[in-house]
């Protein structure tokens, strides 16, 4: 059975830091394209970054452009999503994704086939 769990969410003050981290099982994730997503009240769910399966390529969207970094450690089978300087906006349900095909469409949700269950990440004073 393949399961990705995720972790490290919490409340934490604006400018500060969380390191989410996603744990596959039941398969390794040496051929997937990972992705992080989130989704806020009301709002469709978003990319976040992705890293590709091939070269380790990273993306990001631009709203995270420079505070966020995604990596990933295949001999754990885990991806992690480090967020500095965070903002109230970050506010979110954070899922992490992966599937082998991915590639072109690398912030689509649809394109995903395996998730976890999500974490809550709070940004607020």
Do not use: H
């Not at 480090?82 to 949700?109: G, R």
């Amino acid at each position: 059975q393949l399961q990705l769990v995720e972790s490290g969410g919490g409340l934490v003050q604006p400018g500060g830091s969380l390191r989410l981290s996603c744990a596959a099982s039941g398969f390794t994730l040496d051929y997937y394209v990972l992705g992080w997503f989130r989704q806020a009240p009301g709002k469709e769910r978003e990319g976040v970054s992705c890293i590709s399966s091939s070269d380790g390529s990273t993306y990001y969207a631009d709203s995270v452009k420079g505070r966020f970094t995604i990596s990933r450690d295949n001999a754990k089978s885990t991806v992690y999503l480090q967020m500095n300087s965070l903002k109230p906006e970050d506010t979110a349900v954070y899922y992490c994704a992966a599937d082998p095909w991915a590639a072109p469409k690398i912030f689509d949700p649809n394109a995903y086939e395996y998730w976890g269950q999500g974490t809550q990440v709070t940004v607020s004073s």
